[in-house]
């Protein structure tokens, strides 16, 4: 569900130049994380802060998990999902 959600607000932002800049906007507060679901359920999309740091952590694990032997350490250089989907948003 949560990625389903995440596919079609990304190409909403992609039409809505509104719905981009808020979600750019709230990427830029206090709470970042907090702000951004925020906007999006006040705007229709069922994005929680559990969900999408979850999302996040997944990515990290998963690139942990693929290293030879397992991981057991972040690996520096790594870049931050929620960092990422801000990018993506961001792009025309």
């Keep these: 569900m949560f990625e389903n959600e995440l596919r079609r607000l990304l190409a909403d932002c992609k039409r809505d130049g509104g719905l981009r800049e808020a979600l750019i906007s709230a990427g830029k507060s206090a709470d970042p994380m907090k702000a951004f679901c925020e906007v999006c359920r006040a705007r229709g999309y069922?994005?929680?802060?559990g969900e999408l740091f979850a999302y996040g952590?997944?990515?990290n694990d998963s690139k942990l998990r693929s290293t030879n032997g397992?991981?057991?350490f972040e690996i520096d250089g790594w870049s931050?999902?929620?960092?990422?989907l801000l990018t993506e948003i961001g792009e025309d």
């Design 46 to 49: 069922e994005i929680y802060l």
């Design 57 to 59: 952590q997944d990515m």
């Design 70 to 72: 397992g991981g057991s």
């Design 80 to 84: 931050d999902a929620f960092e990422n």
